[in-house]
């Protein structure tokens, strides 16, 4: 089994960033211009769930899944929806106009592409970060730009779209020994010392340091 990768630290550091930036907001609004209101939206691997708690304030139609019970409840508890359900994807029998996905499941992977889609009547929106994170770094993947994903898309008979794009998204710290923690955590199996250069002091004081996070990622929309 696949170790867990939300903790309780990793919660408090994701709901804290949240806080202090209006990444969510921005990301939803690239989502907005590839869905419509009178469609009926899927988001798998939704982990905390702050886009589909946006769009759902925004008058989407969203209903939004995770395998991990403890951020659901988390997501549940913020935003006083009812959209969130604890499931795997794999296992369910639902079909929505749109399926949606944050950092979430690989495309060009053991057919997660097909997978997914078979959840859709129309199109897949999918997003997928170009930083390495910690599965990649851990299990040496390297996560594929805009023109190779829609290489990869166009090979196996898809029509789709895309663009690259970075949204910031700083880490506020209690201090530098915590800084140096979540780099380590983040960036296992790299040289913690490359990344302090990016933290810097505040005048905040209750986190006196923030860790730049300028996230490129590739959005796609695949139709069925």
């Known amino acids: 089994m696949e170790k867990r990768w939300w903790n309780d630290r990793k919660i408090e550091w994701y709901e804290r960033a949240s806080l202090f ?4 907001t921005l990301l939803s609004r690239e989502i907005e211009s590839l869905i419509n209101k009178d469609e009926s939206i899927l988001e798998f691997g939704s982990g905390l769930g702050y886009v589909s708690e946006i769009l759902a304030k925004d008058g989407y139609n969203i209903s939004s899944y995770d395998i991990d019970e403890m951020v659901i409840e988390r997501a549940k508890e ?15 029998e639902i079909r929505g106009d749109v399926v949606l996905t944050i950092f979430f499941g690989r495309l060009w992977s053991d057919d997660n592409l ?3 889609l078979s959840h859709a009547n129309k199109r897949l929106v999918s997003i997928h970060s170009l930083h390495t994170g910690q599965n990649n770094a851990i299990k040496g993947r390297k996560t594929p730009g805009l023109e190779e994903s829609l290489s990869f898309l166009r090979d196996n008979g898809f029509e789709a779209n895309g663009k690259e794009i970075t949204i910031p998204f700083p880490q506020p710290l209690l201090s530098m020994e915590e800084a140096e923690l979540f780099i380590k955590e983040s960036y296992p199996e790299k040289d913690v010392s490359l990344y302090l250069p990016y933290v810097k002091k505040t005048d905040d004081k209750t986190y006196p340091y923030m860790l730049s996070n300028k996230k490129r990622m590739v959005i796609l929309s695949i139709d069925k």
């Open 21 to 24: 930036s209006d990444f969510h």
């Open 78 to 92: 913020r935003s006083s929806l009812d959209i969130y359900h604890t499931a795997d994807y794999r296992d369910l």
């Open 114 to 116: 097909s997978s997914l």
